[in-house]
């Protein structure tokens, strides 16, 4: 037997739906990224280069430029750690990217 032909609003929500699930994975599978969670933080030699790393860094729910809106000085478990506050200039989802500053030692 045949499905029965959506209609189209039916079928708009389905893609609604299906696109907030994929969204939904992709903000999940973003915290496994280095800088995205404080426990993957990124490691600068210098605060001057927090915001140039954070800019080099693309939205991973469009991959779209990311704009510093501000940068900070946190302390998260026992951990100083640098804070950008970042936004994407083509979807707008704001985010927080995490930097360690003191890069490891070569030797």
């Not at 939904?24 to 030699?45: C, K, M, N, T, V």
């Not at 001057?48 to 790393?53: D, G, I, M």
């Amino acid at each position: 037997m045949a499905k029965k032909k959506l209609s189209a609003r039916a079928a708009r929500r389905e893609i609604d739906r299906t696109s907030a699930k994929l969204t939904r994975d992709i903000e999940r599978l973003a915290q496994l990224e280095p800088g995205h969670s404080p426990g993957r933080a990124i490691a600068l030699d210098a605060a001057s280069q927090v915001e140039v790393a954070a800019r080099s860094i693309p939205c991973p729910r469009c991959r779209g430029a990311l704009r510093m809106e501000d940068h900070t000085a946190e302390t998260l478990d026992g951990v100083r750690l640098r804070v950008a506050q970042v936004a994407c200039s083509a979807c707008g989802a704001r985010r927080k990217l995490y930097f360690r500053l003191g890069a490891a030692a070569l030797n």
